[in-house]
C-alpha cells in the first residue's frame, strides 16, 4: 500500500463541498459536513496542520468515497 497523500482541513472541505457536501455548523476548530442524502463527517481545521491517516481514512469512511474521489 502506497503513502497517502496529506491535505489540510481547508483543502479537505473544498474538495468535499465539490462533492456536494456543505458546512452545516461549525464549533471552535471542528466543522461539522453533511450531504443532502445524510452522509456527514467532522473535520479539524488547524492552521497549517495536516489531517493524520487514520482521521482521513475515517473521514472518507463517514463520506462513502475514496482517497481518488477527494
Known amino acids: 500500500m502506497g503513502k497517502t497523500p496529506s491535505f489540510t482541513g481547508k483543502e479537505i472541505i473544498k474538495s468535499l463541498g465539490k462533492l456536494g457536501f456543505n458546512v ?10 453533511q450531504h443532502e442524502d445524510g452522509r456527514c463527517t467532522t473535520v479539524p481545521v488547524h492552521s ?23
Not at 24 to 33: A, E, M, P, Q
Not at 50 to 69: A, Q, V, Y
Request: include cysteine.
Open 48 to 70: 497549517k496542520e495536516t489531517i493524520g491517516p487514520g482521521l482521513l481514512s475515517k473521514i472518507l469512511k463517514d463520506c462513502e468515497i475514496t482517497i481518488k474521489d477527494l
Open 24 to 33: 452545516v455548523r461549525i464549533k471552535g476548530s471542528h466543522h461539522f459536513l
